[in-house]
């Protein structure tokens, strides 16, 4: 086997780890549903010129083939390709590239071979698809991006063979193409299994910026063939080294190498909990693990983190004891309550205490696949209790632990996500733990341990009913409130001058709040890619957080990550939150539109978390006029079509007084959606009943069509009521719109009809005995009311 600088590479991949950058070469020992190995280019070729009746004379290549054939049957040929390329089985030498040091796979092929291969029981890594993760530089995770599309992905995802189509997405998508080429010069690549054809791709990427700066080295396999030796000077040419194998060959090569995984064979009989969760599974190491902080830090504000759950200054509240008999009586327990109420706290807690026997795991953030291979793992375990912060972020980990007789769940989330969460998992009410509530005795607790007095915070508390505990220790701690301290820090960094300076402070300071707002921690690569144009290196970067490290912080989150790059969060979810309702709207909205320029998708830590909020129209109607807003949503839509986006345009637009504008929006995503998505139904029928409450009306006969409409989205709200489990949500729309109907159009045919159902459904839920978040009970209570006077009236 030839293998050029074969010390060099070993080197490299010791201090680096290495990427694979993968071809129609790599799959030929996997297998399809037919027991077929997975056809090569002109395979398929023949095989799709002959089922779609094409022209043998004309010498199509695979490129025009599909070309051709996706012009009138794409459906039909989408689906042949799933059949063609979905692995049933593959050769078990596989299985090495899961012990091999990897950081980043992409892949031109749209097989699930590699997703297969790291799904294994054997396996003790897992594959994130960043097209739906983003980065995500966890421990034992591997990031894999897809760059022809995938048999994995929906129906209607579009796959392609064609080079033209892969050349068209990195000038269409210029945030893939950096991201891709980035990911590639950071450590040394073998490019495996490609092809002549394929050519124009490795040009790109090897011109490409990224690879220019950095100077890494690059390997390509050539299979051992005479008539492959006349392209090896090409590749040369391109900078390439040279490896002359067999796919398996090669493997068999990397599978013996030092740089190999090796198993952890300590005697420990709960090893491979440890093995495979290290930074989760609850034990003596993982409690000794971490830097050890002041505990002053925790007091100011800072998200908790094990060294605080550990220390004996950090005091358990009355909550503790309450929670832990809800725990052990039941299977699924929900700690929910206002931001800042210490949840996460209380959550911790709990998973690091010595009251609960069993098999412990904490997770902070958890995605599918570690859920799927956590099941498999404590199989035979029937004592374990998995403790999930952030329930709104992780939902698809929930999707897949519930289904467990064995395992215990407890979830920590705000009482303002109950609505959404709710519809995943079925929940009594005695199983629901809200800490909002404070009382006296638990600030008592708290002063004392920190040495301070108790009067001040209890009169705080009595003059501010939903004052959060973080804010009351913030308080105690600082002598100051979370609001006015941000303002002074605001005013500090607009004002801050230093000549070194490339970033502008209040401009990183906004970034990290955004993606916090967010729930993701602001990655450097993010950075790097956001200040791309200002900076010479991660440097510039550093030097600008050093000035603010004390509010903007390393996130816990990502402390299980193997520490390539930093993770930077606001040092608490409320205080991105209030910090990002202080900064100047002119602030925010270059930074929403540099993001969008700059920051590619696949770039994002946990993009799956990060697009449920990055879109907010909670946050555009501040940053942006109706123009710039119409701009930011249109550029949005270039890349990403979903009926979410058009969700967000509308609301957007609806809270600029745009109705008939955000019409169109809401009318499309609700059609694209299938009127299957009961939040864009919620809002068709909101923006319907506004648009027409505020239409004017000539004759009768327009009076009646312009009631008939507006029944519409009654009838709508109707239905969500009916088929969603949010019920609360659309009760609450609907009673605002009965009222708002009488108010405009008194007694008519309709409105007894509005007044009653209201009515109706406002009573089975008040008398449900389910958990109602306060402020929601509050209003649905008061609507009651309001509407028990207008049925008396009328």
Request: contains cysteine; aromatic residues 12%; proline residues 1%.
């Amino acid at each position: 086997m030839r293998f050029d600088k074969e010390t060099l590479f070993k080197e490299l991949v010791r201090k680096h780890g290495m990427n694979l950058f993968l071809g129609a070469g790599f799959s030929v020992y996997a297998f399809n549903g037919d027991e077929e190995s997975l056809p090569l280019g002109n395979d398929i070729n023949e095989t799709l010129i002959n089922l779609f009746a094409l022209d043998k004379n004309r010498n199509f290549n695979l490129s025009k083939t599909c070309q051709k054939i996706k012009k009138d049957n794409e459906g039909m040929l989408e689906k042949v390709l799933k059949e063609k390329y979905t692995v049933k089985s593959f050769d078990r030498e596989y299985m090495t590239i899961t012990k091999l040091p990897l950081k980043n796979i992409v892949t031109i092929n749209i097989d699930n071979l590699l997703e297969k291969i790291f799904d294994d029981q054997e396996s003790s890594v897992n594959i994130s698809d960043a097209a739906v993760y983003g980065t995500l530089e966890k421990e034992k995770v591997v990031n894999l991006y897809k760059l022809h599309g995938s048999v994995t992905y929906p129906l209607g995802t579009k796959m392609s063979f064609t080079e033209k189509e892969l050349t068209d997405l990195f000038i269409r998508n210029k945030g893939l193409f950096e991201t891709v080429s980035f990911k590639l010069s950071v450590a040394p690549t073998i490019f495996w299994g490609t092809s002549l054809y394929d050519n124009n791709t490795l040009e790109l990427i090897c011109n490409s910026e990224a690879y220019s700066k950095s100077e890494m080295q690059k390997w390509i396999v050539v299979y051992p063939d005479e008539k492959n030796k006349e392209y090896i000077e090409d590749f040369e040419d391109l900078g390439f080294n040279i490896i002359e194998a067999d796919t398996k060959e090669l493997i068999n090569y990397l599978g013996n190498q030092s740089f190999v995984r090796q198993s952890n064979n300590k005697k420990y009989i709960y090893k491979e909990y440890r093995e495979k969760f290290p930074s989760n599974f609850v034990c003596n190491e993982l409690k000794r693990s971490g830097v050890r902080r002041p505990v002053v830090d925790f007091f100011a504000g800072a998200e908790p983190q094990i060294s605080d759950i550990m220390s004996n200054n950090v005091c358990r509240i009355s909550y503790f004891s309450n929670t832990l008999e809800t725990i052990l009586s039941g299977n699924i327990t929900l700690i929910t309550g206002i931001p800042g109420c210490g949840k996460s706290t209380l959550l911790m807690q709990l998973a690091f205490s010595s009251e609960m026997d069993g098999r412990k795991f904490w997770f902070n953030s958890i995605i599918k696949q570690e859920a799927e291979r956590l099941i498999k793992l404590v199989e035979a375990d029937d004592n374990v209790i998995v403790f999930i912060d952030n329930l709104y972020n992780n939902i698809d980990a929930l999707q897949v632990l519930k289904g467990a007789k064995n395992i215990k769940l407890v979830v920590a989330e705000r009482a303002l996500n109950y609505e959404y969460v709710k519809r995943f998992f079925s929940i009594s009410s005695d199983r629901i733990v809200d800490i909002s509530n404070l009382n006296s005795g638990d600030i008592q607790i708290i002063c004392k341990s920190m040495n301070r007095s108790s009067a001040d915070a209890i009169e705080l508390m009595r003059n501010n009913e939903n004052i959060s505990l973080l804010e009351i220790v913030f308080f105690v701690s600082t002598s100051a409130l979370i609001k006015e301290r941000i303002k002074r820090y605001i005013s500090d960094l607009i004002n801050f001058t230093d000549k070194n300076l490339k970033i502008d402070l209040l401009e990183i300071f906004t970034l990290v709040n955004y993606t916090s707002y967010c729930g993701v921690p602001c990655s450097m690569d993010m950075m790097y890619f956001y200040f791309n144009e200002d900076i010479d290196s991660y440097e510039d970067i550093l030097y600008a957080l050093e000035k603010m490290n004390k509010i903007i912080v390393e996130s816990t989150e990502t402390n299980t990550c193997e520490q390539d790059q930093n993770y930077m969060v606001m040092r608490s979810k409320l205080f991105s939150e209030k910090s990002l309702s202080l900064v100047d709207n002119k602030t925010i909205a270059h930074v929403l539109n540099r993001f969008l320029e700059n920051v590619s998708a696949q770039i994002i830590y946990r993009y799956d978390i990060f697009k449920r909020r990055a879109y907010d129209a909670d946050i555009t109607k501040r940053a942006f006029d109706i123009g710039d807003g119409i701009k930011f949503y249109e550029k949005i839509l270039e890349n990403n079509q979903s009926p979410y986006i058009r969700h967000q345009y509308a609301l957007f637009l609806q809270r600029k007084n745009e109705y008939e504008l955000a019409w169109e929006q809401i009318d499309q995503a609700y059609t694209e959606s299938k009127k299957r998505i009961f939040s864009i139904a919620n809002t068709h029928a909101i923006i319907m009943f506004e648009k027409n409450m505020r239409s004017k009306f000539n004759a009768e006969n327009e009076l009646s069509l312009l009631k008939s409409t507006i029944e519409k989205s009654f009838l709508t709200l109707e239905y969500c009521i009916t088929q969603d489990v949010r019920v609360n949500y659309h009760v609450l729309t609907y009673s605002r719109n009965a009222i708002r109907y009488y108010e405009k159009f008194g007694l008519d045919e309709y409105t007894s009809q509005y007044i009653e159902s209201a009515l109706n459904q406002l009573g089975i839920i008040l008398t449900s005995g389910e958990y109602i978040f306060r402020g929601t009970l509050k209003e649905l209570v008061n609507l009651q009311r309001e509407l028990n006077e207008i049925k008396n009236i009328i």
